[in-house]
Protein backbone atom coordinates (compact mmCIF):
# COMPACT_ATOMS: atom_id res chain seq x y z
CA UNK A 1 0.00 0.00 0.00
CA UNK A 2 2.30 2.97 -1.34
CA UNK A 3 -0.15 5.62 -0.64
CA UNK A 4 0.82 8.67 -1.99
CA UNK A 5 4.31 9.88 -2.35
CA UNK A 6 6.52 12.67 -3.00
CA UNK A 7 10.11 13.16 -4.82
CA UNK A 8 12.36 14.65 -3.93
CA UNK A 9 12.37 14.37 -0.20
CA UNK A 10 14.75 17.54 -0.55
CA UNK A 11 16.15 19.84 -2.73
CA UNK A 12 18.30 22.69 -3.28
CA UNK A 13 18.60 24.84 -5.77
CA UNK A 14 19.55 28.46 -6.58
CA UNK A 15 17.43 31.93 -7.33
CA UNK A 16 16.20 31.26 -10.85
CA UNK A 17 15.90 28.20 -11.86
CA UNK A 18 13.36 25.80 -12.51
CA UNK A 19 12.18 23.25 -10.34
CA UNK A 20 9.43 20.19 -10.19
CA UNK A 21 8.46 18.74 -7.05
CA UNK A 22 6.55 15.06 -8.32
CA UNK A 23 3.59 13.55 -6.21
CA UNK A 24 2.44 9.85 -6.80
CA UNK A 25 -0.88 8.56 -5.50
CA UNK A 26 -2.15 4.68 -6.10
CA UNK A 27 -5.35 4.87 -4.74
CA UNK A 28 -6.71 6.94 -7.78
CA UNK A 29 -8.51 9.67 -5.92
CA UNK A 30 -10.28 12.26 -8.05
CA UNK A 31 -8.90 15.18 -6.13
CA UNK A 32 -5.40 16.26 -6.04
CA UNK A 33 -3.55 19.76 -3.73
CA UNK A 34 -0.42 21.26 -3.20
CA UNK A 35 0.20 23.13 0.15
CA UNK A 36 3.06 24.88 1.90
CA UNK A 37 4.04 25.25 4.99
CA UNK A 38 5.80 27.87 6.10
CA UNK A 39 6.41 29.43 10.29
CA UNK A 40 3.82 31.44 10.46
CA UNK A 41 1.29 31.04 7.88
CA UNK A 42 0.53 27.37 8.65
CA UNK A 43 -0.63 25.31 5.71
CA UNK A 44 -1.57 27.32 2.59
CA UNK A 45 -3.22 25.68 -0.79
CA UNK A 46 -1.14 26.53 -3.54
CA UNK A 47 -2.98 24.56 -6.61
CA UNK A 48 -5.54 22.01 -6.70
CA UNK A 49 -6.89 19.54 -9.58
CA UNK A 50 -10.10 18.12 -9.45
CA UNK A 51 -9.11 15.06 -12.14
CA UNK A 52 -6.87 14.43 -15.02
CA UNK A 53 -6.51 17.88 -17.19
CA UNK A 54 -8.25 20.07 -14.76
CA UNK A 55 -7.16 22.20 -12.79
CA UNK A 56 -7.10 25.69 -10.48
CA UNK A 57 -5.34 28.30 -8.17
CA UNK A 58 -5.98 28.40 -4.53
CA UNK A 59 -4.68 30.54 -1.92
CA UNK A 60 -1.13 31.61 -3.62
CA UNK A 61 -0.84 30.09 -6.91
CA UNK A 62 1.82 33.15 -8.44
CA UNK A 63 4.95 31.42 -9.28
CA UNK A 64 4.22 27.90 -9.66
CA UNK A 65 2.49 25.75 -12.46
CA UNK A 66 0.86 22.46 -12.47
CA UNK A 67 0.03 19.88 -14.53
CA UNK A 68 -2.29 16.45 -14.29
CA UNK A 69 -2.01 14.91 -17.50
CA UNK A 70 -2.42 11.29 -15.19
CA UNK A 71 -5.15 10.71 -12.29
CA UNK A 72 -1.89 9.71 -10.66
CA UNK A 73 0.55 12.29 -11.08
CA UNK A 74 0.49 15.92 -9.53
CA UNK A 75 3.72 17.98 -10.14
CA UNK A 76 4.44 21.11 -9.05
CA UNK A 77 6.76 23.52 -10.57
CA UNK A 78 8.77 26.23 -9.81
CA UNK A 79 9.33 28.19 -13.23
CA UNK A 80 11.84 30.68 -11.74
CA UNK A 81 12.78 29.81 -8.18
CA UNK A 82 12.87 32.07 -5.86
CA UNK A 83 13.83 33.03 -1.88
CA UNK A 84 10.93 33.36 -0.66
CA UNK A 85 9.58 29.89 -2.06
CA UNK A 86 12.03 28.10 0.54
CA UNK A 87 9.59 26.32 2.40
CA UNK A 88 7.80 22.70 3.08
CA UNK A 89 5.70 21.17 0.11
CA UNK A 90 2.85 19.22 1.01
CA UNK A 91 1.11 17.19 -1.66
CA UNK A 92 -2.50 15.41 -0.87
CA UNK A 93 -5.43 13.88 -2.26
CA UNK A 94 -8.65 12.77 -1.77
CA UNK A 95 -11.48 10.82 -3.12
CA UNK A 96 -14.01 13.29 -4.14
CA UNK A 97 -15.14 16.55 -3.26
CA UNK A 98 -17.20 17.41 0.12
CA UNK A 99 -16.94 18.39 3.26
CA UNK A 100 -17.00 14.49 4.01
CA UNK A 101 -14.00 14.01 2.44
CA UNK A 102 -10.25 13.55 3.97
CA UNK A 103 -7.65 14.66 2.55
CA UNK A 104 -4.34 12.34 3.31
CA UNK A 105 -0.88 13.68 2.64
CA UNK A 106 2.31 12.89 1.91
CA UNK A 107 5.76 12.92 3.82
CA UNK A 108 6.73 16.33 2.44
CA UNK A 109 9.28 17.88 0.03
CA UNK A 110 11.68 20.45 1.83
CA UNK A 111 13.18 22.98 -0.36
CA UNK A 112 15.93 25.88 -0.26
CA UNK A 113 16.51 28.37 -2.54
CA UNK A 114 19.75 29.92 -2.00
CA UNK B 1 -14.48 28.13 7.90
CA UNK B 2 -15.50 28.25 11.06
CA UNK B 3 -12.72 29.78 13.39
CA UNK B 4 -11.30 26.94 16.08
CA UNK B 5 -9.69 27.63 19.09
CA UNK B 6 -7.39 25.05 20.51
CA UNK B 7 -5.37 25.20 23.96
CA UNK B 8 -1.37 25.43 22.70
CA UNK B 9 0.32 22.78 24.64
CA UNK B 10 -0.65 19.67 26.62
CA UNK B 11 1.32 17.05 28.39
CA UNK B 12 -0.26 14.08 29.09
CA UNK B 13 1.29 10.68 30.72
CA UNK B 14 2.29 7.54 28.61
CA UNK B 15 -0.37 4.94 28.90
CA UNK B 16 -2.93 7.93 29.98
CA UNK B 17 -5.94 8.80 27.65
CA UNK B 18 -5.13 11.94 25.91
CA UNK B 19 -8.04 14.79 26.14
CA UNK B 20 -7.78 17.62 23.88
CA UNK B 21 -10.29 20.17 23.79
CA UNK B 22 -11.38 22.20 20.64
CA UNK B 23 -13.70 25.24 20.47
CA UNK B 24 -16.05 26.38 17.38
CA UNK B 25 -18.37 28.09 19.21
CA UNK B 26 -19.04 29.98 15.87
CA UNK B 27 -20.04 26.05 13.94
CA UNK B 28 -22.67 26.18 11.27
CA UNK B 29 -24.89 23.59 10.98
CA UNK B 30 -23.26 21.62 7.58
CA UNK B 31 -19.98 21.85 8.59
CA UNK B 32 -17.66 19.10 9.47
CA UNK B 33 -15.51 19.18 12.58
CA UNK B 34 -11.54 17.16 11.19
CA UNK B 35 -8.62 16.17 13.34
CA UNK B 36 -5.55 15.94 11.84
CA UNK B 37 -1.90 15.84 13.68
CA UNK B 38 1.70 16.44 12.69
CA UNK B 39 4.27 14.49 13.84
CA UNK B 40 8.14 16.55 13.49
CA UNK B 41 8.92 16.45 9.87
CA UNK B 42 6.25 14.51 8.52
CA UNK B 43 3.04 15.45 6.38
CA UNK B 44 -0.12 16.30 8.19
CA UNK B 45 -2.22 12.69 9.45
CA UNK B 46 -5.73 11.94 9.26
CA UNK B 47 -7.16 10.92 12.53
CA UNK B 48 -11.05 10.96 12.55
CA UNK B 49 -14.04 13.34 11.70
CA UNK B 50 -17.58 13.87 12.61
CA UNK B 51 -20.64 15.76 11.78
CA UNK B 52 -23.19 15.78 14.93
CA UNK B 53 -22.66 12.55 16.32
CA UNK B 54 -19.92 10.95 18.75
CA UNK B 55 -17.47 8.58 16.41
CA UNK B 56 -14.54 5.72 17.04
CA UNK B 57 -12.07 4.35 15.04
CA UNK B 58 -8.84 2.93 15.46
CA UNK B 59 -7.28 5.59 16.53
CA UNK B 60 -9.58 7.74 18.45
CA UNK B 61 -12.24 9.24 19.41
CA UNK B 62 -14.20 12.21 18.79
CA UNK B 63 -16.77 13.83 20.95
CA UNK B 64 -19.10 16.33 20.02
CA UNK B 65 -21.07 18.60 22.17
CA UNK B 66 -24.63 18.85 21.73
CA UNK B 67 -24.58 22.02 20.46
CA UNK B 68 -21.60 21.17 18.78
CA UNK B 69 -19.75 24.34 19.78
CA UNK B 70 -16.82 21.83 21.36
CA UNK B 71 -14.92 18.58 20.92
CA UNK B 72 -12.73 16.37 22.40
CA UNK B 73 -10.20 14.49 20.79
CA UNK B 74 -9.57 11.39 22.96
CA UNK B 75 -6.52 9.60 22.42
CA UNK B 76 -7.38 6.00 25.07
CA UNK B 77 -3.73 4.60 25.71
CA UNK B 78 -1.26 7.66 24.69
CA UNK B 79 1.76 6.33 23.78
CA UNK B 80 5.28 7.68 23.14
CA UNK B 81 4.79 8.23 19.32
CA UNK B 82 1.56 10.13 20.00
CA UNK B 83 3.76 13.12 20.81
CA UNK B 84 2.81 15.53 17.87
CA UNK B 85 0.90 19.04 16.86
CA UNK B 86 -3.09 18.08 16.63
CA UNK B 87 -5.29 20.14 14.83
CA UNK B 88 -8.83 20.45 14.85
CA UNK B 89 -10.52 21.94 11.56
CA UNK B 90 -13.88 22.64 11.10
CA UNK B 91 -14.76 22.55 7.44
CA UNK B 92 -17.76 24.03 5.07
CA UNK B 93 -18.65 22.00 1.63
CA UNK B 94 -16.46 23.10 -0.28
CA UNK B 95 -17.29 25.97 -2.95
CA UNK B 96 -15.69 27.61 -5.63
CA UNK B 97 -12.22 28.48 -4.33
CA UNK B 98 -12.91 26.89 -0.99
CA UNK B 99 -11.48 23.81 -1.72
CA UNK B 100 -8.21 23.87 1.36
CA UNK B 101 -8.18 22.81 4.82
CA UNK B 102 -7.66 25.50 6.95
CA UNK B 103 -5.57 24.54 9.74
CA UNK B 104 -4.64 26.69 12.69
CA UNK B 105 -1.98 26.61 14.98
CA UNK B 106 -3.27 23.57 16.99
CA UNK B 107 -2.01 22.15 20.07
CA UNK B 108 1.27 20.61 20.76
CA UNK B 109 1.01 17.24 22.36
CA UNK B 110 3.85 15.90 24.60
CA UNK B 111 3.83 11.81 25.62
CA UNK B 112 5.79 11.95 28.86
CA UNK B 113 7.69 8.92 29.87
Known amino acids: DAGITQSPRYKITETGRQVTLMCHQT?????MFWYRQDLGHGLRLIYY???????DKGEVPDGYVVSRSKTENFPLTLESATRSQTSVYFC?????????????FGPGTRLLVL | DAKTTQPTSMDCAEGRAANLPCNHS???????VYWYRQIHSQGPQYIIH???NNETNEMASLIITEDRKSSTLILPHATLRDTAVYYC??????????????FGTGTRLTIIP
Open chain 1, 92 to 104: ASSRARGARETQY
Open chain 1, 27 to 31: WSHSY
Open chain 1, 49 to 55: SAAADIT
Open chain 2, 26 to 32: TISGNEY
Open chain 2, 50 to 52: GLK
Open chain 2, 89 to 102: IVRVPPNFGNEKLT
